[in-house]
């Protein structure tokens, strides 16, 4: 007797919401179109490079909806609890036969198809996310392995006879509003590859010139000759945290910063890609709100000989790695398809202690990668959205074994008892993935040679704000000026009673912050961009609340970007009377109490249910850019509070706000994606708005000396209750109603772009160069 046939289950599909969020609730497919429920599904489009066409599949003739017609080259539903990128690389394989991995697709926007056909009985109510394949030439036909069921044939077609077809209603191909949504699709295509290299090569010349370039030559005197020759391996280390974050930006950034270094001789367009990627560390501009200065078309050429079924004479398919137009929120610290919503029902899932690891530092996010191919074929396999996590010390296994090597040579060659204790601690961490002793070796460092090196910030997370990047600091220690500070780190527990806020929220075990001035000597890993004067570690809470926080201040970066950079800025936006009082050391001195600001208010908190949490945790995307703005407003606030203590001249009094007033449009020039930007677009907003800053009709600034105290002490109290009752959605509402780009604003930094103000610094390295090509 023959066996039962078993009918095929039919696709699930996540039901949607009409703004696109999930509901939680999946149906069948055919349910789905009948009732008009919004779902998701992927369209991939294949453009061939070279000839300027994107390859079209012809529709089965048993398909439901639009049989017979040309259409996208393969797109298909996402199924309940799959992801995007997954769903797009399946369709692909399934529908064409082609296996490719994450980084051929391009995600280009996200269109609504809103329709309905079949007389009423077919209703598509359907957000595609829109994904483009480049290669550099058509693949063959007899490449194709079609799937009968779906696909009936393939073929080229040239972009701008397709966009024509589709504008005059050619019944052959499945209708497109090429005058709508889908428009964007042809558009940044044709722009993409039509490109003047003359206008290109201006634009990011001018791109470049927004840096000062300074060579930073720090003396080296002072140093014993064992430091000197663990200084070598030291900058070894440091170098290594280069890669790594390259990695942690971006999963393809390795992959496109060798192609464009390895090309920038080739022309004069290629230096200048290089020349500003090296400064970014990733295609897209930090100081143009995270715009891309590049495209898929610059990126790195990749072959793959097995993405298809085998040909003769062909050596394989060749593929632009592909980037996204949007920086990926979440870096390289978690999958790329996966949203906020997957990750929170995903650690819902977990045990306590995993979910203590998945909002940890030092951990990244990934998803199990699955068989397409036996996917395709029915076998049972892992969900796509089987999310897992992995510690720093296996996902960075390599290059932190190599960076752990030299930082134990170095700790041998040292002879600096705190200096070698550090280096044999920071190895370890790297190979343990526990930084606590490391960290408080770090804290204890009394060495002429500073180093800090680890995964420290978590600005590159915009997703969520948990995950740490690596970076390198090494500096030759000032002692004089590092006697000079001592004030600030001494009266911390002082400040923190005196903070504009609730006594109920305030610490009565503040630590002494101890400073260390250094001469900065390199940098490496997350110091892209705008460079740092200083910072404030370790942002581990247990270690905050044990023994506090250590500052440490690059005192040669101030001088060149006071020199440089403030100083031009007062002479254009200050008003005449009041740029007497732009002098360097309330900068500086301004500088120190940023960072001591940062170990004073809310840390660890109590929330209104009695839970103890953390003012990171409970804020997370937007606690940068508020502990930014609270750093620098409470740091006003304190110096105020130490010259009425006597401790600070009374000369500092106005120099300080008109010298902070200048350093607004500093900040603020490094775009409002930046979490200082960001913060100092909230504090200016926030002081114009109460009259502390005053507007002239020449379009200079001034501070009005009457309102300012209570303007600063207003903001400082705001940021800090927030903070203090982990208010995310407070905090959220303060960003939107003050962190934006104002008409003054607007205005004031118009004026320094003509006049061609430098926006930053690009430090060149000139002693530590040296000493590595010596050594190499």
């Not at 350093?663 to 109460?690: P, V």
Request: aromatic share 10%.
């Amino acid at each position: 007797m023959a066996e039962p046939q078993h009918q095929p289950q039919e696709e699930h599909l996540d039901v949607l919401t009409r703004t696109g969020e999930k509901t939680g609730i999946s149906k069948p497919r055919g349910q789905v179109h009948r009732d008009g429920d919004y779902h998701r599904a992927v369209h991939t489009w294949i453009y061939s490079e070279s000839t300027g066409e994107l390859l079209l599949q012809r529709r089965s003739a048993c398909k439901d909806s639009w049989p017979g017609l040309w259409d996208i080259s393969s797109a298909g539903h996402i199924s309940a609890g799959d992801s995007s990128l997954f769903s797009a690389r399946r369709e692909l394989e399934e529908e064409l036969g082609i296996r490719l991995p994450n980084d051929a697709f391009e995600l280009l926007f996200v269109y609504l198809q809103e329709c309905v056909i079949n007389n009423g009985a077919f209703i598509n109510n359907e957000y595609n996310d829109v994904y483009l394949v480049t290669t550099l030439a058509p693949i063959p036909l007899e490449a194709f392995t079609l799937q009968e069921s779906e696909v009936s044939a393939v073929r080229y077609i040239p972009i701008g006879e397709y966009k024509s077809s589709l504008a005059s209603g050619d019944e052959q191909y499945v209708p497109y509003e090429v005058d709508g949504q889908y428009v964007r699709l042809f558009t940044i295509i044709e722009e993409r590859y039509k490109e003047n290299i003359e206008s290109r090569s201006l634009s990011l010349q001018k791109q470049i010139n927004r840096y000062a370039a300074i060579h930073l030559n720090p003396e080296m005197t002072g140093l014993s000759e064992g430091d000197k020759e663990a200084l070598a391996y030291v900058l070894k280390a440091s170098m290594v945290m280069d890669d790594i974050f390259y990695e942690q930006t971006w999963d393809s950034n390795p992959t496109l910063r060798d192609w464009l270094k390895e090309n920038s001789s080739t022309s004069v367009i290629n230096r200048l890609k290089w020349l500003y990627y090296s400064i970014n560390k990733s295609p897209w501009s930090c100081l143009d709100e995270n715009n891309p200065f590049l495209t898929t078309a610059d990126s790195a050429v990749k072959l793959l000989t097995d993405a298809t079924k085998p040909v003769s004479v062909w050596k394989g398919l060749e593929y632009r790695a592909a980037f996204p137009a949007i920086k990926p929120p979440g870096a390289n610290f978690y999958p790329p398809d996966m949203d906020k919503k997957e990750f929170e029902l995903w650690k819902s899932s977990l045990s306590d202690a995993e979910q203590k690891e998945a909002i940890d530092f030092f951990t990244v996010i990934r998803r199990h990668d699955v068989d397409l191919l036996s996917s395709a074929n029915g076998l049972g396999l892992k969900k796509s959205d089987d999310l897992y996590l992995v510690p720093f010390s296996e996902e960075y296994k390599s290059s932190l074994h190599k960076a752990s090597e030299f930082l134990l040579k170095a700790s041998e060659l040292s002879d600096t008892s705190s200096l070698k204790r550090l280096l044999k601690a920071k190895a370890d961490a790297f190979m343990s993935n526990d930084y606590y002793e490391s960290d408080i070796a770090w804290m204890e460092l009394d060495s002429k040679l500073d180093v800090t090196i680890g995964p420290y910030e978590t600005y590159e997370d915009a997703l969520f704000g948990y995950k740490a990047t690596f970076e390198a600091f090494v500096g030759i220690r000032d002692d004089t000026a590092t006697s000079q500070v001592k004030l600030f780190g001494d009266h911390l527990q002082q400040l923190e009673k005196n903070l504009p806020l609730d006594d109920c929220y305030k610490s009565d075990s503040v630590s002494a912050a101890p400073i260390r001035v250094i001469q900065l000597l390199f940098n490496a890993g997350d110091v892209k961009g705008p460079q740092t004067v200083a910072f404030n570690l370790p942002n581990d809470e247990r270690i905050v609340n044990e023994r506090g926080t250590c500052m440490v201040l690059l005192k040669n970066i101030s001088e060149a970007k006071f020199r440089h950079i403030l100083q031009p800025i007062a002479d254009v936006c200050i008003k005449d009377e009041q740029k007497q009082y732009i002098d360097f050391e309330s900068f500086y001195t301004h500088t120190i109490c940023h960072e001591c600001c940062h170990g004073i208010g809310p840390h660890t908190i109590v929330l209104p249910d009695g839970q103890q949490s953390t003012v990171r945790l409970e804020l997370q995307e937007v606690h940068s850019a508020l502990e930014e703005a609270k750093a620098d407003i409470v740091g006003l606030w304190a110096l105020k509070y130490l010259i009425d203590q006597g401790l600070l001249p009374k000369s500092f009094l106005k120099s300080m706000y008109v010298s902070f007033l200048a350093g607004c449009f500093r900040s603020i020039r490094f775009g409002l994606e930046e979490a200082h930007g960001k913060g100092q677009a909230l504090q200016f907003n926030w002081l114009y708005d109460k009259g502390a800053f005053v507007l002239h009709s020449d379009g200079t600034f001034s501070v009005d000396f009457t309102k300012v105290e209570e303007a600063v002490e207003g903001l400082s109290r705001e940021i800090l209750t927030i903070q203090a009752r982990g208010d995310k959605g407070s905090a959220k509402l303060l960003l939107k109603c003050y962190a934006s780009m104002t008409q003054p604003l607007k205005d004031a930094l118009e004026k320094l772009e003509n006049v061609q103000v430098p926006v930053d610094i690009a430090p060149v390295f000139t002693v530590a160069n040296n000493i590595l090509e010596k050594t190499s």
